[in-house]
């Protein structure tokens, strides 16, 4: 669950047009790499174009619970990346079918083992879990700062029926107000998540979970063409590894974090969904092995 | 090679008289930890405390080139720092001693194999470089943004005749004035060093040689108390840890990092050298495996 959105981009490397974006639209490429079965809950207006429909059920992704409100638009975004690619300022939100969003989990989604919350309101992640009948084995969410600054209380509540929290490092300080990761995690973990996933960016992730502490790497890329997706990216990997794996153990979290991350790295290489789109098993796989090559030494 | 001083400090969990630093020192006694023969190059004034050098001898580092200058008075540097321990005002410099600082290396101290130039200005860590009769087997030199800002041709002169830079990563992009780090590393290779060392405090650390890459991770400490002097210990421990090994193979190298990273984490935990000068070599080996435990990970 997610948005599914219009995403304009300016960066030093060049201008799109209204392309292809939303969380739940990187959570489900990057998940299809991993993953066959993908049910999408989430809404778009009548100016979003069959093609992009196409395009994700083209990768297996069920689209019951995409909602189409032919006479609204379209959720859109745009943004402009500064030159050292970490600071963007936002241009545009029109918020659009995304103001009244009221998600509907069809009857043929009952029974998922896997929810991934994309970074949405708390109010709607939540509002999904509850119409869910059955428990999911795994609930992981994604959130954001604008949501500790707006709406805090819903967004602790939602956290407390979660199993897997993915944030950044300073959003984990901010929701805390910790300012050592190690107590900011603890605290998270005393909220409701038995998993903690820290993103940072260009210096890697860090997995919390069973008293136990995971630094993934991040690789180091020639350049980031457009960090646009990146998080969405990891978090769907990493939850779409663990779906098809159907192991919550610490050593295969580890290896979806590593997934996950791989997935990211190819993200940023190009505008919007383009090169998650492109991705071959052959280069993933590579570059999976790539994070053990960097990261991986003998002691003596 | 490197200052030898007094520090104050200022943080949110509290404030210190004048106290023993300088990279030297810090240097020296991390390197202590791993090798017997050290030699010190450096300048104090009639000020310092024989205390203080008798800590110094009775770690094993031999003083012969550590000038007393009796009417003249040390350096003293002191700093504040703020909440997130990442940023802090330097409140006092008094260069003292180092403004006229003409290093000497005694005879005894001819055919050093290792060489490590701390923190100082280029022309000063270049003097050293020429006053060796045998090039050493490796030349290691740490710098700042200070000399980049300054005296970047002298920097650069210098950095040509090192084999092993070590540097923070907004360091090495102003260094090369290319944002992306992969590019600013490819850079410094051409500038003289064949090993680059890249710091990123509470994120870890990247070693670059032999065209391979290594991302060393950083623990995940509770509390820094202290981060003054944790990059002069992390890389006298690294290069004390090469010269007490005599390898300098791309697995020991990888090695030497997590070494100095290890000794880097005992650094922050108390004020100045205090945790330097306390750790047992139990809680040294224990923390390396930490280092391990944490990064370490199986892909199938």
């Given amino acids: 669950m997610g948005s599914v959105a219009f995403d304009a981009l300016e960066s030093p490397f060049g201008k799109t047009d209204k392309i292809l974006g939303g969380a739940a639209t990187f959570i489900s490429l990057a998940a299809s790499h991993y993953l066959k079965d993908i049910r999408l809950v989430s809404v778009v207006g009548g100016d979003f174009p069959k093609e992009y429909i196409e395009l994700l059920t083209k990768r297996g992704v069920q689209i019951e ?9 379209t959720f859109f975004w745009s943004g402009k990346y500064h030159n050292d690619m970490n600071s963007r300022d936002t241009l545009v939100t029109e918020l659009n079918v995304l103001e009244h969003f ?43 700062n604008f ?13 407390k029926l979660v199993d ?21 995690v603890d605290k998270i973990l005393t909220m409701g998540p038995s998993i903690v996933v820290i993103k940072k960016g260009e210096h890697g992730a860090l997995l919390f979970a069973e008293n136990q502490v995971f630094a993934a790497p991040a690789l180091l890329l020639e ?7 990146a998080g969405d990216t990891f978090v769907g ?33 190009a505008f919007g969904t383009e090169r998650l789109q492109s991705v071959t098993n052959q280069e993933l796989q590579s570059r999976v092995l790539e994070f053990s090559r960097i990261s991986q030494f003998m002691q003596a």
Same sequence: chains 1, 2.
């Fill in 147 to 159: 949501w500790m600054d707006i709406m805090l209380d819903e967004l602790l509540a939602t956290i």
């Fill in 237 to 269: 990997g990493l939850v779409g590894y663990l779906a098809a794996t159907q192991n919550l153990s610490f050593a295969n979290l580890q290896r979806a974090v590593i997934r996950g991350s791989a997935l990211a790295s190819f993200c940023v290489e």
């Fill in 102 to 144: 009221n998600p509907i989990v069809p009857e043929s989604y009952q029974g998922s083992e896997y929810l991934l919350l994309g970074n949405l309101s708390p109010i709607v992640q939540r509002q999904v879990i509850e119409r869910l009948s059955v428990k999911p084995k795994l609930i992981a969410m994604d959130t954001m």
């Fill in 65 to 73: 619970g995409l909602q189409i409100k032919q006479d609204e638009k």
């Fill in 164 to 184: 897997l929290l993915c944030i950044n490092d300073s959003e984990a300080r901010q929701l805390t107000g910790e300012y050592s990761l190690k107590k900011a």
């Fill in 223 to 229: 350049e980031v063409f457009d960090p646009t997706g």
